[in-house]
């Protein structure tokens, strides 16, 4: 009943809606540090709230098989859009990092070899890139079955996102061990051998 009256609501929003409410918290975030919300030195602050909102974004969509498939909640619709602007989070938590916090160009390639978070978050970038440029329609009948494929990448991308947070994480902090125990998961209601468990079980 709970999961009818949520689905119900649901299909009264539009997609697009979330194209509007999503960047909100970024250009609040923005608007903080040009105006000393955000502390002083405002540039660490920024950069590290776009890529936790990225991350959030992630787990988000993660979110939307396991609730269809367990609480019947359909929130398919909008996997499109919460993926979309997750990249842009991550793209805009990349820009902060390379103009403002480094801005010297021989400086960000060593950053990336030498600091292995940062290693790991470019890689989890990269492979965002080919998801971003292949979330529209003419790409999903294109590529046919191969965009499934090509879009499992974002279990990589999220554990990627997750262990980027824990290693820039300075000692032991919980946070970002709790968005990695929420991937693994969502993550762990994929594999073959959960639904099948789930799937012999006796009726309630």
């Known amino acids: 009943m709970v999961a009818q009256t949520i689905n119900r609501a649901v299909r009264k929003i ?3 809606a979330l194209y509007v409410l999503l960047p909100l918290p970024g250009i609040y975030a923005f608007y903080l ?4 919300g955000l502390g002083p030195e405002p540039i660490n602050p920024l950069e590290r709230r776009y890529g936790e909102i990225a991350l959030q974004l992630l787990i988000a969509g993660l979110a939307i098989t396991p609730l269809l498939k367990f ?7 909008f996997r499109r859009a919460i993926g ?3 990249f842009v989070y991550v793209f805009a938590h990349l820009l902060v990092w390379l103009l403002l916090d480094v801005a010297i160009l021989s400086q960000i390639w060593a ?3 030498k600091r292995p978070y940062i290693t790991v978050g470019m890689a989890g970038f990269v492979l965002m890139l080919p998801l971003a440029f292949t979330s529209n329609n003419w790409s999903v009948r294109k ?3 191969k965009w499934r494929t090509l879009h499992k990448a974002t279990y990589a991308i999220a554990v990627l996102g997750g262990l980027h947070f ?3 994480s300075k000692g032991f902090q919980l946070e970002p061990l709790i968005y990695m125990a929420v991937i693994l998961a969502f993550l762990a209601t994929r594999l073959p051998r959960f639904n099948r468990r789930r799937a012999t079980a006796p009726a309630a």
């Open 84 to 86: 979309i602007m997750a």
């Open 143 to 145: 590529l046919g079955p």
């Open 71 to 77: 609480a019947k909640i359909n929130l398919v619709k």
């Open 166 to 168: 824990i290693m820039l």
């Open 14 to 16: 539009p997609s697009w």
């Open 33 to 36: 540090a040009l105006t000393g």
């Open 111 to 113: 950053d990336i070899v």
